[in-house]
């Protein structure tokens, strides 16, 4: 084993060197895939954080409430159009995804505090 | 770009979708999984239809793959006489041929989906080496069935989490094209020191 690593050391290096990047690819790949894995099991960390391309209607499914809730922590008072991205919510309103985030967090506590059935 | 794209997706999800999926079977660094996860998951939400995105990704994968491959047929015509002229690059032609002869249909079936970063080199490597077009483009057609059926599926089943899924997902691609690639190096590479074995001994005669 050890002689034939020498030998191909000596006559094919680079292909020697490219398996070895490749298998530390695949390790380091594979470890990131696990400790995902592990942190994403965690039910603490299922609210996913408000990003650019959400729709309302998206925002309440992934948070397991009613639209109407999403829609009233956002400022939207009508129905929206029927797709709307957070990003041009945000602009339209001249709000932040952070501050869309805190004011859905509290709208969300509140709905999730007062209907204890909805959880589960 | 990835955020950009996925920027895109409330407003122009179905077209843009066909557009990303096409582009990304020519190599194009686009980010095609993470697409048609957020689009499956728009559809779960109920502000896409799910069909009609399952549609627009599968037939923007399949019009990518088949222009892939003719793109690279066209070219390899022209280079010909220019991989001809020398040895070692006609060698490698040869092998590259002899090798889609034998395992084309498998490769380009799974290089659709399983080990999907090395798709669109396999469309490239399968135009050049002239591999059959019906036989390529009937694995290809049933692969992104799979490939399509997997991350759009993914997106509409696993909405509530898209930010997990795709992670996950991105890694575990990742891990599976560099495990590929890793046995196709070992094996050139065991391969290789067979060979000079064998030399030696017949020189020791």
Not at chain 1, 31 to 48: E, G, H, L, N
Not at chain 2, 118 to 124: K, M, R, S
Not at chain 2, 136 to 151: N, P
Request: hydrophobic content about 50%.
């Amino acid at each position: 084993m050890w002689r034939r690593i020498k030998d191909l050391w000596v006559h094919n290096r680079y292909l020697l060197l490219a398996f070895v990047l490749v298998i530390g690819l695949a390790g380091l790949f594979g470890v990131r895939a696990v400790t995902q894995f592990i942190y994403w099991s965690d039910p603490a960390k299922q609210d996913q954080t408000l990003a650019g391309w959400m729709t309302p209607r998206y925002v309440a499914r992934s948070y397991d409430v009613p639209p109407e809730v999403v829609l009233a922590a956002l400022g939207i008072e009508k129905g929206p159009p029927r797709r709307v991205s957070l990003e041009s919510l945000a602009e339209a309103q001249g709000m932040s995804l952070a501050q869309m985030q805190a004011r859905l967090q509290e709208a969300v506590a509140l709905w999730r505090a007062t209907h204890p059935e909805a959880a589960q | 770009m990835t955020d950009l794209v996925l920027l895109l997706a409330a407003d122009y999800g179905v077209p843009l979708l066909f557009c990303i999926t096409l582009l990304s079977c020519l190599a194009l660094p686009v980010p095609s999984s993470l697409l048609m996860l957020s689009c499956g998951a728009l559809a779960a939400a109920g502000d896409l239809s799910l069909p009609v995105v399952a549609a627009a990704a599968y037939c923007g994968a399949v019009i990518g793959d088949n222009l892939g491959y003719w793109i690279a047929r066209r070219l390899g015509v022209r280079l010909s006489d220019w991989l001809g002229k020398n040895p070692k690059r006609a060698a490698l032609r040869d092998r590259s041929q002899a090798f889609m002869t034998k395992w084309g249909g498998s490769s380009v079936f799974f290089s659709c989906w399983l080990v999907a970063p090395l798709g669109p080199y396999v469309n490239y490597v399968s135009g050049i080496s002239r591999f059959s077009w019906p036989r390529f483009a009937l694995w290809g057609m049933a692969g992104e069935v799979v490939w399509v059926g997997l991350y759009v599926g993914l997106g509409y089943g696993f909405a509530d989490n898209i930010t997990a899924i795709s992670a996950l997902f991105s890694s575990l691609s990742g891990f599976l094209a560099a495990l590929v690639v890793a046995t196709g190096l070992g094996f050139l590479l065991v391969r290789a020191s067979r060979a000079r074995d064998a030399a030696k001994r017949r020189r020791a005669k």
